[in-house]
């Protein structure tokens, strides 16, 4: 806002929105680790019985989340988004889609934005 050159407040939009398209990749990345993080300590050495199914069980989760990720990639309505994110069960699913409900609305605030900036400068 503090410049009057069109062309530079684009540039600086633009690099906001990397910015944030980075940010969410990050927390996507981060949110996987840490929900998927091994155990340790001796009480894995105890459950050694049911560490394969659980170890499926993490594998399942994950492969469930990328694609929830896929999934809201191609979503393009915050109404749709929001009734995943009140039939959403789990805390991860639930953080994926606020994240891309975010997303959405930066991207509206965004274009609605450069809308006003071109039919201001006419």
């Known amino acids: 806002e503090a410049t ?6 684009r540039r600086i939009r633009s690099a ?7 940010e969410l990749e990050r927390d996507e990345e981060a949110l996987a ?8 300590g001796s009480h894995r050495q105890d459950d050694k019985e049911n560490w394969p199914r659980s170890r499926r069980l993490e594998e399942e989760q ?3 989340l990328a694609a929830l990720s896929r999934q809201l990639e191609a ?15 789990e805390y991860e699913e639930r953080k ?3 994240a891309a409900i975010r997303k959405l609305r930066a991207e509206e ?4 934005t450069l809308a006003g900036n071109s039919q201001s400068s006419r």
């Not at 009057?4 to 407040?9: F, K, V």
């Not at 906001?16 to 980075?22: A, G, M």
């Open 109 to 112: 605030i965004e274009a609605a």
């Open 16 to 22: 906001i929105r990397e910015l944030q398209r980075q």
């Open 33 to 40: 680790s840490k929900r998927f993080r091994p155990e340790r």
């Open 75 to 89: 979503i393009t309505d915050v109404e749709e988004l929001t009734k995943l994110l009140r039939a959403a069960g």
């Open 4 to 9: 009057l050159d069109l062309a530079e407040r």
């Open 62 to 64: 994950q492969t469930a």
């Open 96 to 98: 994926l889609i606020r």
